[in-house]
């Protein structure tokens, strides 16, 4: 990479002078994308698959973007990935997107080359027609593409340089694990494409502050909760309960709102643990409003626990996890992957870029389930246009504005997105991550910067060092 003290401003005029300010060209311009394509994307972890859907040896799928594909594979030794690309003449090896070789290996579909899943060549057509270097054995193998796992997640990176995943992640992996995130499995999975650049489509995820206007139904039951954290000059009074009403109106208020939550993004808030907290409306609770809802969902977090528990579930210590590992609502694992953990459950968001003002956006429903009775693996997003109706009403509602503001990044005179420095920092503090990439920063501070990205949905804009 250049030194960032080789890059001058001309080679980079998108770059970002104000933290609290993002040129909206970055939304658009044909060759700020190609910079990303070129010195971001290859040097960064990607989400490629899910662990489940390659459960025994021989399982594979295949993972691609922006025109890169990679071969997910279970062996006998574990799970590794290869670059999709026979050794004779570069064709793709995998038909179809899925699928098991276990015997028969990977076949190239052109001249009938093989490769076993262990990567090594078992058979070329013709071999006394090749000179013999053209055919050594280790020159011939699949091209290995570097692998962790997380999350229950396979990331794969094709920087065998760069830093590892856990390295990025830091502290935030520990969080992850007590959530046994790694047990979770997938009910459900949408995909659809957008018509807009795919940081326009990850940012409208990266704070809370449009649910007022975005899910105004979020706010029909408890209004406080969110201007308490955004509206104190707009009515809010500092405390998540309605005055005008019961102490148990108020809780049935808050069970309310889960089930809105639940309704519209199951992952989101699971129908197993609204159904928990439904039995704890009539519980005994302090007159301090503050103490009595901190109280009533320290109970939820336990009952939940206990209920996952008796069921047979790995369900965490949701209690435990809130004091020693606090892990936030919406957590983003930069460059394009994010989890919603809540009670027992998650929802996860992937985003890929298809052009400069194109994206994939793929939602999955995350959860624990009794060992032996999983559902059957998601191979596949069930794809919709984006204005479905089948579409969970949340991400239905935020997909009606990622379109729009994609056009609105063209409006004359509008050069620049504002962000608060208080509650839209993690926009802020991503973008000017993809610039440490762009301008050449160390690995090490790259980490250290990234670190910082965990735990800032609704955060402030931070030093990242660099």
């Given at each position: 990479?250049?030194?960032?003290?080789?890059?001058?401003?001309?080679?980079?005029?998108?770059?970002?002078?104000?933290?609290?300010?993002?040129?909206t060209?970055?939304?658009?311009d044909?060759?700020?994308?190609?910079?990303?394509?070129?010195?971001?994307w290859?040097?960064?972890?990607?989400?490629?698959?899910?662990?489940?859907?390659?459960?025994?040896?021989?399982?594979?799928?295949?993972?691609?973007?922006?025109?890169?594909?990679?071969?997910?594979?279970?062996?006998?030794?574990?799970i590794?990935?290869?670059?999709?690309?026979?050794?004779?003449?570069?064709v793709?090896?995998?038909?179809?997107?899925?699928?098991?070789?276990?015997?028969?290996?990977?076949?190239?579909?052109?001249?009938?080359?093989?490769?076993?899943?262990?990567g090594?060549?078992?058979?070329?057509?013709?071999?006394?027609?090749?000179?013999?270097?053209q055919?050594?054995?280790?020159?011939?193998?699949?091209?290995?593409?570097?692998?962790?796992?997380?999350?229950?997640?396979?990331?794969?990176?094709?920087?065998?340089?760069?830093?590892?995943?856990?390295?990025?992640?830091?502290?935030?992996?520990?969080?992850?694990?007590?959530?046994?995130?790694?047990k979770?499995?997938?009910?459900?999975?949408?995909?659809t494409?957008?018509?807009?650049?795919?940081?326009?489509?990850?940012?409208?995820?990266?704070?809370?502050?449009?649910v007022?206007?975005?899910?105004?139904?979020?706010?029909?039951?408890?209004?406080?909760?969110?201007n308490?954290?955004?509206?104190?000059?707009?009515?809010?009074?500092?405390?998540?309960?309605?005055?005008?009403?019961?102490?148990?109106?108020?809780?049935?208020?808050?069970?309310?709102?889960?089930?809105?939550?639940?309704?519209?993004?199951?992952?989101?808030c699971?129908?197993?643990?609204?159904?928990?907290?439904?039995?704890?409306?009539?519980?005994?609770?302090?007159?301090?409003?503050?103490?009595?809802?901190?109280?009533?969902?320290?109970?939820?977090?336990?009952?939940?626990?206990?209920?996952?528990?008796?069921?047979?579930?790995?369900t965490?210590?949701?209690?435990?996890?809130?004091?020693?590992?606090?892990v936030?609502?919406?957590?983003?694992?930069?460059p394009n992957?994010?989890?919603?953990?809540?009670?027992?459950s998650?929802?996860?968001?992937?985003?890929?870029?298809?052009?400069?003002e194109?994206?994939?956006?793929?939602?999955?429903?995350?959860?624990h389930?009794?060992?032996?009775?999983?559902?059957p693996?998601?191979m596949?997003?069930?794809?919709l246009?984006?204005d479905?109706?089948?579409?969970?009403?949340?991400?239905?509602?935020?997909?009606?504005?990622?379109?729009?503001?994609?056009?609105?990044?063209?409006?004359?005179?509008?050069?620049?997105?504002?962000?608060?420095k208080?509650?839209?920092?993690?926009?802020?503090?991503?973008q000017?991550?993809?610039d440490?990439?762009?301008?050449?920063?160390?690995?090490?501070?790259?980490?250290?910067?990234?670190?910082?990205?965990?735990?800032?949905?609704?955060?402030?804009?931070?030093?990242?060092?660099?």
């Amino acid at each position: 990479m250049v030194e960032a003290a080789e890059m001058t401003r001309a080679d980079f005029p998108l770059e970002i002078s104000d933290p609290e300010r993002i040129p909206t060209a970055r939304y658009y311009d044909a060759d700020f994308y190609r910079r990303e394509c070129e010195e971001l994307w290859p040097h960064v972890w990607q989400m490629a698959c899910r662990v489940e859907q390659v459960p025994e040896v021989g399982d594979w799928i295949e993972y691609s973007n922006l025109g890169k594909s990679v071969i997910i594979v279970r062996t006998k030794d574990g799970i590794r990935a290869y670059h999709n690309a026979c050794r004779h003449r570069g064709v793709p090896l995998t038909e179809g997107s899925h699928g098991n070789c276990k015997g028969k290996g990977f076949i190239c579909p052109f001249h009938g080359w093989r490769w076993n899943i262990e990567g090594k060549n078992t058979f070329v057509y013709g071999r006394h027609m090749f000179s013999e270097h053209q055919l050594d054995e280790q020159d011939l193998a699949l091209r290995p593409c570097r692998t962790e796992i997380e999350m229950g997640c396979v990331f794969i990176n094709f920087d065998d340089e760069a830093p590892s995943l856990r390295e990025q992640l830091g502290p935030l992996a520990i969080g992850l694990e007590a959530y046994n995130a790694d047990k979770m499995r997938a009910e459900w999975c949408f995909g659809t494409v957008l018509p807009a650049n795919w940081k326009i489509a990850m940012e409208a995820f990266m704070e809370g502050y449009h649910v007022m206007r975005t899910h105004p139904q979020l706010q029909q039951k408890v209004p406080i909760l969110y201007n308490m954290m955004y509206g104190m000059d707009t009515g809010g009074i500092g405390v998540p309960i309605n005055p005008n009403r019961s102490m148990k109106e108020n809780i049935e208020d808050q069970v309310e709102h889960m089930q809105l939550l639940s309704d519209g993004m199951a992952g989101m808030c699971h129908a197993k643990d609204v159904a928990v907290a439904r039995t704890l409306i009539d519980v005994e609770l302090p007159e301090d409003p503050g103490q009595a809802i901190m109280q009533w969902f320290g109970m939820v977090n336990h009952f939940v626990t206990q209920a996952g528990q008796a069921r047979g579930e790995p369900t965490p210590d949701l209690n435990k996890i809130a004091v020693e590992t606090p892990v936030k609502s919406v957590e983003f694992i930069f460059p394009n992957y994010f989890l919603l953990p809540f009670l027992s459950s998650m929802a996860a968001y992937r985003i890929r870029p298809l052009g400069p003002e194109s994206c994939m956006f793929e939602l999955w429903s995350l959860t624990h389930f009794p060992e032996g009775q999983e559902p059957p693996v998601v191979m596949e997003p069930v794809m919709l246009p984006y204005d479905s109706d089948q579409f969970p009403m949340i991400p239905r509602q935020d997909y009606s504005n990622i379109p729009i503001q994609q056009k609105g990044m063209h409006a004359e005179g509008f050069d620049f997105m504002r962000l608060s420095k208080d509650i839209e920092g993690l926009i802020s503090n991503y973008q000017r991550i993809i610039d440490g990439y762009l301008n050449g920063v160390s690995p090490d501070k790259l980490v250290a910067g990234t670190q910082k990205l965990a735990g800032n949905f609704d955060g402030p804009i931070v030093d990242l060092g660099f």
